[in-house]
Nanobody, 121 residues
Framework: QVHLVESGGGLVEAGGSLRLSCAAS????????MAWYRQPPGKQRELVAS???????NYADSVKGRFTISRNNALRTTDLQMNTLEPEDTAVYYC???????????????WGQGTQVIVSS
């Protein structure tokens, strides 16, 4: 069974930084895109940043210039470096990936359990 485990959330003051990490474990043949989503209190889940297997990145306008997504294909991890945090960044952050369990299987989407980020003003 495949799992995604996030870490690195917490409480930080506005202007501060946090680094989130996500590690995939289990029997995995191939990982396609990896991404971070967030769900602010009372709002819908939204895409924060994504990175393809080749390293192409995409960011939500609200985090461009402040957040950086990276990945290590050998370790099956993705990180989200968050700088100049704002109270509006307060949310539960989720890691998501599309992966294959075997080379012949279809891609399936896997989500992590989420990690809380709270930015105080």
């Amino acid at each position: 069974q495949v799992h995604l485990v996030e870490s690195g959330g917490g409480l930080v003051e506005a202007g501060g930084s946090l680094r989130l990490s996500c590690a995939a474990s289990g029997s995995i043949a191939s990982i396609d895109d990896m991404a971070w989503y967030r769900q602010p209190p009372g709002k819908q889940r939204e895409l924060v940043a994504s990175i393809s297997s080749g390293g192409k990145t995409n960011y939500a306008d609200s985090v461009k210039g402040r957040f950086t997504i990276s990945r290590n294909n050998a370790l099956r991890t993705t990180d989200l470096q968050m700088n100049t945090l704002e109270p509006e960044d307060t949310a539960v952050y989720y890691c998501k990936t599309d992966l294959k369990i075997t080379l012949r299987s279809a891609y399936e989407r896997v989500w992590g359990q989420g990690t809380q980020v709270i930015v105080s003003s």
